[in-house]
């Protein structure tokens, strides 16, 4: 994934610089958004379509389900998109 969609070579998203990067510059707020909403809503699985910013400059469309991994206490301990 990362040689077609990471703004630079070598590597998936670790931080939220490298999202904003891989993430088109229009769907940064929704995908954000979102994030909250799985990560502190408790919502369990979350759907949307967004775009990713191709290294070529174009925009590639993607539907998405992130799905929550919590621990007994009920925080995230991994996701699986």
Do not use: C
């Amino acid at each position: 994934m990362s040689r077609f969609f990471s703004p630079r070579q070598g590597g998936l998203a670790t931080n939220a610089l490298e999202f904003r990067g891989l993430t088109h510059r229009d769907d940064v707020e929704l995908s954000l958004s979102k994030w909250v909403l799985w990560m502190y809503e408790k919502e369990e699985i979350v759907h949307l379509t967004k775009r990713y910013a191709h290294m070529a400059g174009r925009a590639v469309w993607a539907d998405l389900s992130i799905a929550a991994m919590r621990d007994d206490g009920g925080r995230p301990q991994s996701f699986i998109t």
